[in-house]
């Protein structure tokens, strides 16, 4: 049953603290708190403008409202008009215009069944004719629909991308435990440095580099978090980047060849790369069961450091290792790559030990010094720099008929910032391997050899990573 229009006093107002449109999307609950949210973020000031424009309240801009207990009435549908006009009631406190206009009661239809109003609302914000939702608030309002069994009519009424919107939902709850009020700040739709929304969700496609992914359609996309250290500083590092850079938008994504160079743009891949080398990994995480329904607990869909494992070469954390390096440095020669891969792809310790054990030194010396040879750093090539001139250089002066690699891998191991890999340089000798390799009475045992090639896969990887990830590890102040 719906009743005619009372008027009602605005003290007598109270204003929605669960409204979905912006419930989860500011922090604080007095009702100074939402009007200041409302203001700022909603465009509420722009009613106050409107009022303050035509010296009234057009009293055909009725509010929706639920009668609560003390004869005061829920606002439903009008929470934007009724902060605007507390607001004028106290403008000093909301830092608005102090116009003289004073507004004491406001029109209201009385509804009595609040389920049916709720659908009255979602429709009338469905139609293109009113101003819709943001983007963060359909998601959070589907979200909410879902977790509460509402059919897929009620819910394809708020809009029909219901996966997309999920997804959004899931990801944003999990991204407020980290990040709170600075998070909400960027996805909100305005304010100077919102509308980033967008720029996370490009960004979805390569959850798995950030510690996360999404579950099936039946588990209602929730959100599964593979390594929470690594998905915490995925949100620090976004939240710090675009308050830093509030120009962003998701084209900055978009017109890259490979979005994960955004990703290492803000610092992720070296951070994970730096902890993979410590011996953490980043890609273990707790596997699904695509058909296990969840309809009924979509709030519990975060988990946290569970193991699970991909079912490709990788294999897991200490003592196993990849059938092949990733190598991310760009311009590598194509014969650098054949020996990498022949070493690793290849040879086959328990058919040719010998050959494969010779090809560990050769693939470590030819890669760094290459890696020597091809970085600069201000405009110099690192081999250039005086600090590496004893491994090219004789005593006398003269040029060295062969590199001197002991010395030259010596040299390189003391600029090394990172502890774990310097320690892997370190213990990797590769004059070992030449005793073995020329020594007729002693023979390469094919589990020694997976060993070596197992200890050289991350010094491969640490040397053709990135070339300002590189620098970036190594100690340049001692360069002279």
Known sequence: MVNDIQYVPIDKLVLDTENPRFANLYSGKSEADIIKYLLEEENAKEIVNNIIKHGEYFQDEILWVIKQPNDVFLVKEGNRRTAAVKALASPEMFGIQNSGITIEKLPVIVFDDLTKLDVRIREKHATPSFRAWSRIAKALEIYRLYASHASDAEIKAVDSKVSDFLKIANFYNAAVKIKGESFKELVRSGGEKGNKLTVFERLFSFCEDCGYKFKSKNQGYAIQIANSELFKKYIELMVDYLQKNPETTYYEVNKQEDKRTFLDKIGLLNYAKKNQQL???????????????????????????????????????RGSIKRKPELKRKGRQKQLDAKIDELFLVLKSKDTPNARMAMVRIVFECCLKWVLEETRYNGKRLRDYDYFKSAFITIKGDARPFTDFTRLSSLFTVLITNTAIKNAFKTFKPDDLHQVIHNYNVSAVSRDCDTMVDNLLPLIEFLLQDENNFIAQIDTKKLV
């Open 279 to 317: 011996g953490l990994s980043f890609n273990t995480g707790a596997s699904t069961k695509d058909n296990e329904p969840i309809h009924s607990n979509v709030t519990a869909d975060v988990q946290s450091d569970t193991a699970y494992k991909k079912n490709e070469d990788k294999k897991s954390v």
